[in-house]
């Protein structure tokens, strides 16, 4: 009786330790080296449309990079998102949406529910890409590459949550990091946003 109890006990430990990890409670380390590129204009994305689409596209203008969800307390940032696009997208600016599942599954859709849900509800019209992970052993190499002391001094670091921000400079540079409760709209964003573009 002890040994089924023990087993089972087990059996539990490795169920909810392993959902721990898949969800973001266990430390899952990313990897230690960033891919062999120079520049951010080297990778080519799957756009969520299933399309590749190179970064070179975005080459000469300032980009924010921003890890989304569907289902999290942040996803109404999506509107404040779509407002600052629709203010600087005929001035050199461009948002790049990745939908990420990293954070308590708060990402669970298709590409195609994704795709339904921010132009049916938030009417985003900014570039939205397949989704990718941002953290852990799968991590996507872009995001290897911006979080990477390496490849990323000064803005390195593990994702934290859904919605962090990365403003990269006309350069490919990265001019700013911004975390997830700091809004699209908040002065501290558009002032870097202004300044870059100026």
């Known amino acids: 009786m002890l040994k089924i109890i023990g087993g089972i006990i087990v059996i539990l430990v490795f169920a909810i330790a392993g959902l721990a990890y898949k969800y973001g409670f266990i430390f899952n380390p990313s990897p230690t080296e960033p891919p062999k590129v120079s520049s951010l204009y080297e990778f080519k994305m799957k756009n ?7 970064l070179e596209n975005y080459k000469g203008k300032v980009v924010m990079i921003v890890n989304t969800a569907s289902k999290c307390g942040y ?6 998102l779509q407002a600052v696009y629709d203010k600087y997208k005929d001035k050199d600016f461009v948002i790049l949406g990745f939908p990420a599942n990293n954070f308590l599954g708060q990402e669970p859709g298709t590409d195609t529910e994704i795709k339904e849900f921010c132009t049916l509800k938030y009417k985003v019209t900014f570039p939205m890409f397949s989704k990718i992970s941002v953290k852990g052993a799968d991590q996507h190499p ?11 001094p000064g803005f390195s670091g593990d994702i934290g949550w859904n919605f962090e921000k990365f403003l990269i400079g006309k350069d490919g540079k990265t001019l700013a990091r911004f975390a997830t409760k700091i809004k699209p709209d908040d002065p501290s964003v558009i002032e870097a946003i202004e300044k870059a573009l100026k």
């Open 48 to 54: 969520i449309d299933g399309s590749e689409v190179s």
């Open 75 to 80: 996803t109404p940032q999506y509107e404040q």
């Open 142 to 152: 872009l995001y290897t590459y911006l979080t990477n002391e390496k490849s990323n």
